[in-house]
């Protein structure tokens, strides 16, 4: 996406700034949406993403405090539980992958 050269013939120039220097998540997800909806785009995971937006910011708020981001604190297993059910209940293709073999 970040490759100009990759995108679809109709990109519209209004979006080109937003997809090539989004400030955050949330930045590139409203770019997306508006991506979506220049294409006439319906029903897409980005959509679904965007109709539950402060759910998934409020999910996230617990990682931008972690080591994983700008904090101090661990992410504990129930704040990744629910971001794993919130995501799987938006589509079910969304789920972890199955764990590396042990050797």
Request: zero cysteines; a positive charge; hydrophobic letters at 35%.
């Amino acid at each position: 996406m970040k490759d100009p050269k990759t995108w679809p013939e109709g990109f519209p120039p209004s979006l080109r700034e937003r997809i090539l220097k989004p400030r955050g998540l949330m930045d590139l997800l409203d770019a997306a949406f508006d991506l979506d909806l220049a294409f006439g785009e319906k029903g897409t995971l980005t959509q679904r993403l965007y109709g539950e937006k402060n759910r998934l910011q409020a999910l996230l708020q617990k990682r931008h405090g972690s080591i994983l981001a700008h904090g101090t604190r661990p992410v504990d297993r129930e704040d990744y539980e629910r971001l794993r059910e919130f995501l799987a209940g938006l589509d079910d293709r969304l789920r972890p992958l199955p764990p590396w073999p042990k050797f």
